[in-house]
């Protein structure tokens, strides 16, 4: 049975995130779809996720990947039709397998019928009092509202032209200027979001994720960002009252969830938008950002437990998703950390060294309190591809940030499945090339030259997925911190249940009289590697590890 039988299912789920554009390409026309997704299921039931998290499938003219959306409530043609996506979310259901949608609810398309009005109607229209239209400054108003610095970098204002052909006010877009940001302060914004809510939850839809939740009330005084005063546009304490309302339109629907992304390092400001009658989780950067380092990992699982029990929220564990870095790479590298200001190219990675880590932080993440996330292609080890041409390049990330920042196209890269050379059966036979290029050296890595070969990173996941439904003590619960030498992770979940994790540059022996369940590596005579995690049942857990007993991998 699984854990998210056992209490709400979103405390204790393991969900899957599906990039539509990268998954799985049914009509051959070089990206991913509703069809191949559909066609790819048996690989997430085998896999054993809970749900399933799809990123933007909304009509969009496509300047950010779809984050830039016209239209909430309908399938853009590239990915297929609304019909489809109802057959996807029944067929899922059919399977066990629920489903969540991704919500942008900062920012719209510049193609959104609303913001085409508000372009229309010129100054004073009512339609601009939905987005955030100010005159510049200047006697012509020739400068920019304020010098706000966009999440992309850049600026975050646009000039209009009237209808009559002058210059016209100015627009505000945190993002890129095709994306254009509400105004929350608007009763109709909050109206028609809230609908939109109740038009996807009719569908079947088991969860929202919210697109940069902390955004969305802005400072309408529109000071500058100053070190001493509120952030103008970050986290604001308006924004609760957003979320209190669609608190209670999900708690219309049996069983639904709302799950925000949320980045504060504040961790009292970000349990906030956990209480009780706003969301019910929210993602855990802390954690994803976090150096490959013991004291650190323990001090970000600490911290976060911590923050999440006075709300009674469950904690999320993520490793990896479509806007950072692969922590296959990351761990590879001298400094493991992520963070999008130390994003840049030419950074020499290990991915040997890697992609020990990464088996290793898999069944950390797998075992901890709490619901546990999978960027696609996690379950099959890939990496950052940091070669793409500059020329097939999308992410407006990169140009935005002058091409410094090399952007996220390379954990967007469409997946593997199968075969010598690409596109790996990522597309049908005879299609347009995918999306993005693919490494050759890929072919190691495909989910068919995987598939049942224990040491894998593929049958690692399906073991430890299958592992954790069967185990009582994962999933939603508590945690137990046990003697170990410096640099190792020992903890344990209740039950006898004990993971271990050696981060030191030593092995490690093994708790006596104990049973392995799993290993991300080979043992060592009874030694736990460096580099290496286990999963163990132990009958006296409080002796933590010490003398060794040999096992094998499983």
């Known amino acids: 049975m699984s854990t998210a039988d056992r ?11 599906v990039y539509p554009r990268s998954f799985a390409d049914g009509n051959g026309d070089g990206i991913g779809d509703i069809a191949g997704i559909r066609s790819r299921l048996n690989h997430l039931s085998a896999l054993g996720v809970d749900a399933i998290w799809f990123s933007p499938w909304y009509p969009s ?3 950010d990947a779809g984050y830039d959306v016209s239209d909430y409530r309908d399938i853009d043609p590239v990915f297929g039709t609304l019909a489809e996506a109802e057959a996807l979310i029944a067929e899922a259901h059919e399977l066990g397998i629920r489903t969540i949608v991704d919500v942008v ?15 229309a109607g010129g100054p004073g229209a009512p339609e601009r009092d939905l987005f955030w239209f100010r005159p510049g400054r200047g006697p012509n108003g020739d ?6 610095v966009g999440e992309f970098g850049g600026e975050t204002w646009t000039r209009t032209t009237n209808p ?12 890129a200027p095709q994306q254009p940001d509400f105004n929350w302060d608007h009763p109709r914004v909050r109206e028609e979001f809230e609908d939109i809510l109740r038009f996807w939850f009719d569908r079947g839809v088991d969860g929202i994720r919210i697109d940069s939740a902390g955004l969305l009330v802005k400072d309408g005084t ?6 001493d005063q509120p952030h103008p546009f970050h986290d604001l304490d308006g924004v609760h009252d957003i979320y209190r309302g ?34 019910h989780a929210a993602f855990n950067f802390d954690f994803l950002g976090c150096a490959w380092d013991a004291a650190a990992l323990r001090e970000s699982i600490d911290g976060t437990l911590s923050a999440h029990a006075p709300v009674g929220a469950p904690a999320t564990w993520v490793l990896s998703n479509h806007d950072v870095t692969r922590h296959v790479t990351r761990y590879g590298r001298a400094d493991t950390r992520f963070s999008f200001a130390a994003k840049r190219e030419g950074i020499p990675t290990d991915l040997e060294l890697g992609t020990r880590r990464a088996r290793a932080a898999a069944l ?7 619901a546990a996330y999978v960027y696609q292609g996690e379950e099959l080890g890939l990496y950052e591809v940091e070669d793409i041409p500059y020329a097939l390049r999308q992410d407006p990330m990169w140009e935005r940030s002058g091409r410094i920042d090399p952007g996220r196209d390379g954990c967007r890269v469409p997946l593997p499945w199968a075969g010598d050379e690409p596109p790996f059966e990522f597309s049908p036979e005879g299609a347009a090339a995918p999306w993005l290029p693919q490494p050759a050296d890929w072919k190691d890595r495909t989910a068919r030259a995987q598939t049942g070969d224990s040491a894998s990173m593929l049958e690692l996941y399906r073991a430890a997925i299958q592992a954790r439904r069967a185990e009582p003590a994962l999933g939603d619960g508590t945690l137990t911190w046990l003697p170990a030498p410096d640099g190792v992770l020992a903890f344990s979940r209740g039950g006898g249940f004990t993971c271990l994790v050696n981060l030191s540059d030593t092995a490690v022996p093994l708790p006596a009289e104990a049973e392995l369940l799993l290993a991300s590596g080979p043992l060592d005579e009874g030694l736990l590697p460096c580099d290496t995690a286990v999963w163990l049942r132990t009958p006296d857990v409080a002796d933590g590890p010490r003398a060794a007993k040999g096992a094998d991998q499983t």
């Not at 709400?8 to 969900?15: E, K, M, Q």
């Not at 400068?143 to 706000?148: A, C, G, I, Q, V």
């Not at 529109?222 to 070190?227: A, K, N, Q, S, Y």
């Not at 209670?248 to 009780?276: C, H, K, M, S, T």
């Open 7 to 17: 209490s709400p299912w979103w405390r204790g789920a393991v969900i899957y995130q």
């Open 61 to 63: 003219p496509m300047a």
């Open 105 to 119: 609810p900062n920012h719209c398309s510049d193609a959104h019928p609303w913001f085409q009005a508000a372009l």
């Open 143 to 148: 400068e920019r509202p304020t010098d706000w």
């Open 164 to 175: 009559d052909g002058t210059p016209g006010d100015w627009y505000l877009h945190l993002f």
């Open 222 to 227: 529109l000071p500058e960002v100053r070190p």
């Open 246 to 279: 669609w608190r209670r339109v999900a708690d219309e629907y049996p069983d639904r969830a709302l799950i925000g992304e949320v980045w504060l390092p504040d961790r009292q400001r970000f349990a906030n938008y956990l209480r009780p009658d706003e969301l």
């Open 364 to 370: 950390l993440s797998l075992s901890l309190p709490g």
